[in-house]
Each structure stands twice: as C-alpha cells, then as structure tokens.
C-alpha cells in the first residue's frame, strides 16, 4: 500500500529531525530553528523518529531529497558508489553527516568476511570518520595508506589516520614510511625504489575501496596551511591549473593531474585514471564544489560522498 505523500513528508521531517539530533547534537531549540517550526513539534518529530524506528543508532530512513540526488548524481557521473546526507543550515561545512557515511562504508567493509584491503587518505575528514569507527576485530583485512605520513618537519603526520583505524579494528595496517614531498623528482624516485616502500605501494593497488578527501587549491587551501607546500608552490600551482587536490595530487578543472610543480615531489599512490577499484571521495562545502566537480569529470574518483547543498551545486552544470 503507498504511503500518502503527506505521511511521507511528515516521516522525513522526523527523519531530519532525528538525524539533527542523534548524529548532528543538536538541542531542540536548534532544530526547531533549522527546521522552522516549534520546540514542541520538533519534540514531536524527534519522538516520531523513534518510534517510527526511523533510526537506532544510525539514520536509517531514506530522506527523500537525499536519496533524489544521489540517484541522479550517480547518473551523470556513472558513479560506483553515492551518497547525500542533509546538509546543516547553521553549519554548511560540518563533516559530521559525511563523516558518518563514510564510517559505515568503512565498517561494511571491513566486517564482510571476504578479506579485503582499505586504502585510506588523510585529512580532516578521513580522520573524523575513522573516529565513528566502533572497536571490530578484522584481522584478516588489510589497511594501508595512500600517502606518505611524515609532515614537513620531519613529525608524524597529524592527520595520518591509519594508525587510529588499526587500533580500532586489528587489521593488519601498512603506513606509507614517507614524507609527503621530498626535495625533488630525483629523490622521489629514490626513495620508491626502496623495499619497504615499494611493498606498500603494491599493496595498495590492489586495495578493494580507496577512501579519500578532496581538498580545494586556493588562497585558503589546506596543504599551505598546514604547512605542506609554500605560498610561492601554491601560485606556482594556481598558475598552473590546479583547482584541487586529491591525496595531494594536483588537478585542474577537467580532472586532469597536473604536470609539474609539486605534483613532481609528491610521494603519494598514483591515481589511476579512470579510477580502477571502488575510490570514494568524501568531501563537502562551496569551497569544495570545483575540486569535487574535477575528480568526478576526470573520473579520479568513482564514489562520492557528500551533502545535500554541494550535490545540487554539482548538479547544476
């Protein structure tokens, strides 16, 4: 029997509700604000939630408009892999939804009897993610890093994520022994020659899911805050092409990687393109728009993970 769409619209605002309480934290004060109705209708949305069963300890309803989006998402990019959590209207760059979605990708994964090997990058994202990761023990998978996991002071990385989800889950785990950039392409190739190195990076071509950030190349990118490359590195990029960034690999608008620059120094697994195994991209926000946009027209990525505000904006051209 159908649904009437008045109980359908209805059951996703309980939905909304429920996911703004259980997995965004907020009050009821602040969903009734975002969803511009009363404390004691968004009490009341929240309960429904509940006792619809529309969630236990993850969002399990369908959001509709989510759900409309990522079909067609999946459509215009020939997408593996696609999913669109509501977006926070008072906090539109909170990873907190993505963060989760890509957590439960992660934990299916990793308890699927079949051993498997996760490839994963670094960054904000991945690092929250893999926070959302419950204690498991996988011993019979494999984890292994996309990218070298030494900053540029010669520290541990500090967005290195590996480390943490091995921890959590007792796969047997593969740091990449190397600094993100070296000195030159000379070294570089020194340094991939290496034993050690060479076995991890051949163990992460064969990685079933490559679970990745994507990060923006401008004035306020993160791989110059953070410390990775130089203001002059990154005009030199900029000038170059590039609008973004995947496990630090420079790319321009059509997705292509860039020839050059820093791209020359980077230690990072190469992106095979088009992409090969299940590669998601895990990345929201107007900052990231272009950078998503690249890694899916260049078919860098094959899987996106995302919100609600970035997918119509992918949507839009």
């Known amino acids: 029997m159908a649904v009437p769409d008045n109980e359908r619209s209805k059951l996703d605002d309980a939905a ?4 703004l309480y259980y997995i965004a934290g907020n009050t009821q004060d602040e969903i009734a604000k975002k969803l511009k109705v009363s404390r004691a209708t968004a009490q ?12 236990t300890f993850k969002l399990e309803h369908p959001i509709a408009a989510c759900m409309e989006l990522a079909a067609r998402l999946t459509d215009k990019y020939q ?5 669109v959590v509501p977006t926070d209207a008072v906090t539109p760059t909170s990873v907190t939804g993505v963060a989760q979605r890509a957590a439960a990708l992660l934990e299916a994964t990793l308890r699927a009897e079949k051993p498997a090997i996760v490839a994963i990058g670094t960054g904000r994202t991945m690092r929250a993610a893999v926070e959302q990761i419950p204690p498991m023990d996988c011993p019979n998978h494999q984890v292994v890093s996309l990218v070298g996991n030494i900053s540029p002071d010669g520290s541990a990385s500090f967005f290195d994520t590996l480390a943490r989800l091995a921890d959590l889950t007792n796969a047997r785990h593969y740091p990449m022994p190397l600094p993100v950039f070296v000195a030159s392409d000379a070294e570089r190739q020194q340094l991939l020659k290496i034993s050690p190195v060479s076995r991890v990076r051949a163990l992460a071509e064969q990685a079933d899911l490559r679970l990745v950030g994507i990060g923006q190349i401008d004035q306020n990118a ?8 130089t203001r002059d590195e990154l005009l030199e990029m900029l000038r170059l092409g590039a609008v973004g960034e995947v496990i630090a690999w ?3 608008a059509e997705g292509r990687i860039i020839r050059g620059g820093t791209n020359k120094r980077l230690t990072s697994m190469t992106l095979p393109v088009p992409a090969t195994s299940l590669t998601v991209g895990a990345a929201l926000g107007p900052s990231k728009i272009a950078p998503i946009r690249a890694a899916l027209k260049g078919r860098i990525v094959n899987g996106l993970i995302t919100d609600e505000a970035t997918a119509k904006a992918l949507l839009k051209s």
Not at 16 to 19: I, P
Not at 44 to 55: D, F, H, N, T
Not at 79 to 83: I, K, P, S, T
């Open 79 to 83: 997408l593996r892999h696609c999913e």
């Open 250 to 252: 420079a790319i321009d």
């Open 16 to 19: 909304r509700a429920g996911w």
């Open 222 to 229: 993160q791989v110059v805050r953070d410390g990775f490359i």
């Open 44 to 55: 009341r949305l929240v309960s429904l939630c509940l006792s619809e069963r529309l969630i």
